[in-house]
């Protein structure tokens, strides 16, 4: 079954396929609420009470798997279920069981059969997603400041930072895919796109996957992904936050994108936005991946900012 989960490295399925069975939750433990929290084109979340410990808790226990017992949780029930739709939830627990936990990750606390079909169960997060909170501002713009933003774009950067060094190229990294906690830590969701890296940190695409066209590096259209197109797809959710969740190239078709793209054309900026922002987007959107930053190199820039803003902040210095 596990064969079927994308490119999973053979020498991984056993060790995957042992844990997969490890993450099963029988539904008696799961009490659903009727009201839907959310509604995608393939799938549907629902709000849900776990009456027992997750298997995260028991395959990675640690302080902060440790609360994931008798607790609020979400599981997110597959429809239209298909070939592509079981190959999308083998990627996310492949990549769950991959990342075990990280406090920028949203975690996947295990999986079940619901409604006669597969469902995925993950930790309740209370705020919403980045880009509907973003949204929310969009007609007092001054409320947000850039302290915030970076702030969040940290969070990010530590957690893309963390998934790129397993090897895991997210595919889908959009504001959209961004949970936030009421206290604004974030969590990256989302991994039914999610490939794993060759020795050359490169994922060649054989198959055709629907992919979202309007956060697409430019080599993407050509199957080539790495942590460089998450990088271009990091900064496309940059221009995101900054045009309060504006729509990326408006209302062109994917054909126009790709066109406009490979003829070295790229998203504006707004006006309001400062020097720094353009510069990094600038260079997240380089055509040539290599002359990208890292997560780690972008990570460095916002502890550098938050540092800076910081410093000294509500103390005297006695010399």
């Given at each position: 079954?596990?064969?079927?989960?994308?490119?999973?490295?053979?020498?991984?399925?056993?060790?995957?396929?042992?844990?997969?069975?490890?993450?099963?939750?029988?539904?008696?433990?799961?009490?659903?609420?009727?009201?839907?929290?959310?509604?995608?084109?393939?799938?549907?979340?629902?709000?849900?009470?776990?009456?027992?410990?997750?298997?995260?808790?028991?395959?990675?226990?640690?302080?902060?798997?440790?609360?994931?017992?008798?607790?609020?949780?979400?599981?997110?029930?597959?429809?239209?279920?298909?070939?592509?739709?079981?190959?999308?939830?083998?990627?996310?627990?492949?990549?769950?069981?991959?990342?075990?936990?990280?406090?920028?990750?949203?975690?996947?606390?295990?999986?079940?059969?619901?409604?006669e079909?597969?469902?995925?169960?993950?930790?309740?997060?209370?705020?919403?997603?980045?880009?509907?909170?973003?949204?929310?501002?969009?007609?007092?713009?001054?409320?947000?400041t850039?302290?915030?933003?970076?702030?969040?774009?940290?969070?990010?950067?530590?957690?893309?930072?963390?998934?790129?060094s397993?090897?895991?190229?997210?595919?889908?990294?959009?504001?959209?895919?961004?949970?936030?906690?009421?206290n604004?830590?974030?969590?990256?969701?989302?991994?039914?796109?999610?490939?794993?890296?060759?020795?050359?940190?490169?994922?060649?695409?054989?198959?055709?996957?629907?992919?979202?066209?309007?956060?697409?590096?430019?080599?993407?259209?050509?199957?080539?992904?790495?942590?460089?197109?998450?990088?271009?797809?990091?900064?496309?959710?940059?221009?995101?936050?900054?045009?309060?969740?504006?729509?990326?190239?408006?209302?062109?078709?994917?054909?126009?994108?790709?066109k406009?793209?490979?003829?070295?054309?790229?998203?504006t900026l707004?006006?309001?936005?400062?020097?720094?922002?353009?510069?990094?987007?600038?260079?997240?959107?380089?055509?040539?991946?290599?002359?990208?930053?890292?997560?780690?190199?972008i990570?460095?820039?916002?502890?550098?900012?938050?540092?800076s803003?910081?410093?000294?902040?509500?103390?005297?210095?006695?010399?």
């Amino acid at each position: 079954m596990l064969a079927m989960a994308g490119n999973v490295p053979s020498n991984d399925i056993q060790k995957v396929s042992n844990l997969w069975e490890k993450m099963y939750i029988d539904d008696k433990f799961i009490e659903v609420k009727k009201s839907i929290r959310g509604k995608g084109s393939s799938s549907i979340v629902f709000d849900v009470f776990l009456r027992k410990k997750a298997p995260v808790a028991e395959l990675h226990p640690c302080l902060e798997t440790e609360k994931f017992k008798h607790c609020h949780a979400v599981i997110k029930v597959i429809n239209n279920f298909g070939h592509d739709e079981f190959k999308n939830v083998l990627r996310e627990v492949t990549a769950a069981l991959k990342m075990k936990w990280h406090k920028n990750v949203c975690c996947l606390l295990g999986w079940s059969i619901y409604l006669e079909t597969y469902s995925l169960i993950y930790e309740y997060v209370d705020g919403g997603d980045l880009l509907s909170w973003i949204k929310r501002y969009a007609n007092d713009q001054a409320v947000i400041t850039d302290m915030q933003i970076a702030k969040i774009l940290w969070q990010i950067t530590d957690g893309m930072e963390y998934i790129s060094s397993l090897g895991i190229i997210h595919k889908d990294l959009a504001a959209r895919n961004i949970l936030l906690t009421a206290n604004f830590e974030v969590k990256i969701s989302d991994f039914g796109l999610a490939s794993f890296c060759n020795i050359d940190s490169l994922y060649h695409a054989t198959v055709q996957q629907k992919l979202p066209i309007r956060w697409m590096a430019v080599e993407c259209f050509h199957q080539i992904f790495s942590e460089a197109s998450d990088i271009w797809s990091f900064g496309i959710l940059i221009w995101e936050v900054l045009t309060f969740g504006e729509i990326p190239y408006g209302n062109m078709t994917n054909e126009e994108i790709i066109k406009f793209i490979e003829d070295g054309n790229r998203l504006t900026l707004p006006s309001a936005a400062g020097q720094p922002w353009h510069m990094l987007t600038h260079d997240c959107w380089k055509y040539n991946r290599k002359d990208r930053p890292t997560f780690t190199a972008i990570k460095s820039l916002f502890t550098h900012f938050l540092k800076s803003k910081t410093v000294d902040y509500g103390y005297y210095s006695c010399k």
